[in-house]
T-cell receptor, first 109, second 118 residues
C-alpha cells in the first residue's frame, strides 16, 4: 500500500538549519517531491529527487534519500521567517500523488 | 508561461446544491489531476485525466465527477453537496511524456478553489 508520514511540527530560530523528515512505503516510487504551502495558497513545488539519487542540492535546499529505509529529508539552510509554511513530501505514480500530512515549520526571529 | 489557473478562487454553496470547478493547465500539459484538501483528511487524490480520458481515480463517492476537454482544460463537479465537502480543491498539471525526460511526473499546482458548504 501507499502511505507517507511526516512529523507535524518543527520550530527553529532564524538563521538555523531546518530538517524535515518523511517516510514512505511505496518502494516502486520513482519520484519524490517536496512542496511548500503558505496560508491560503496552493502547493509550490520546491524540489524533487529521483529514486536513483541519494542527494540533491538546490541553493539553500538539500534533499537526502535513503531508499533502503524509505526515508526522505529536506534540509533548509539559513532558515528565514519567510520559510514559515507547511511542507509536504509526496510520491507520485501514474498521475497520482500521495502526500504526507505536512510539517508546519515555524521560524522564530 | 502561465501557471495552472483555477476558477473560481472562492465559492459558497448550500447543502444539496451542485458545483462545478474549472482548471486550466499549463500550456502543453495534457495530464490534469484533482485533489481535495481538508484539515482532517489532508490532501486526497480525486482523479486524473489525460487526453480527455480518466486514467486514475481515488476513493470518492460518485457525487464527485470530472471531465477534460480537447484543449486539456478540466472541470470537476460535485453534486448534492454535503457539509463535509467544504475543502480546498487543488488541480495539478503535468508535462507530457517525453522519452528520456526527467520531468514527466512532476505536478504543478494551481492556487485552488476554496469551497464552503453551508
Amino acid at each position: 500500500g501507499e502511505d507517507v508520514e511526516q512529523s507535524l511540527f518543527l520550530s527553529v530560530r532564524e538563521g538555523d538549519s531546518s530538517v524535515i523528515n518523511c517516510t514512505y512505503t511505496d518502494s516502486s516510487s520513482t519520484y519524490l517531491y517536496w512542496y511548500k504551502q503558505e496560508p491560503g495558497a496552493g502547493l509550490q513545488l520546491l524540489t524533487y529527487i529521483f529514486s536513483n539519487m541519494d542527494m540533491k542540492q538546490d541553493q539553500r535546499l538539500t534533499v537526502l534519500l535513503n531508499k533502503k529505509d524509505k526515508h526522505l529529508s529536506l534540509r533548509i539552510a539559513d532558515t528565514q521567517t519567510g520559510d514559515s509554511a507547511i511542507y509536504f513530501c509526496a510520491e507520485t505514480r501514474a498521475g497520482k500523488s500521495t502526500f504526507g500530512d505536512g510539517t508546519t515549520l515555524t521560524v522564530k526571529p | 508561461k502561465a501557471g495552472v489557473t483555477q476558477t473560481p478562487r472562492y465559492l459558497i454553496k448550500t447543502r444539496g446544491q451542485q458545483v462545478t470547478l474549472s482548471c486550466s493547465p499549463i500550456s502543453g500539459h495534457r495530464s490534469v489531476s484533482w485533489y481535495q484538501q481538508t484539515p482532517g483528511q489532508g490532501l486526497q487524490f480525486l482523479f486524473e485525466y489525460f487526453s480527455e480520458t480518466q486514467r486514475n481515480k481515488g476513493n470518492f463517492p460518485g457525487r464527485f465527477s470530472g471531465r477534460q476537454f480537447s484543449n486539456s482544460r478540466s472541470e470537476m463537479n460535485v453534486s448534492t453537496l454535503e457539509l463535509g465537502d467544504s475543502a480546498l480543491y487543488l488541480c495539478a498539471s503535468s508535462p507530457p511524456p517525453n522519452p528520456g525526460s526527467t520531468t514527466k511526473n512532476i505536478q504543478y499546482f494551481g492556487a485552488g478553489t476554496r469551497l464552503s458548504v453551508l
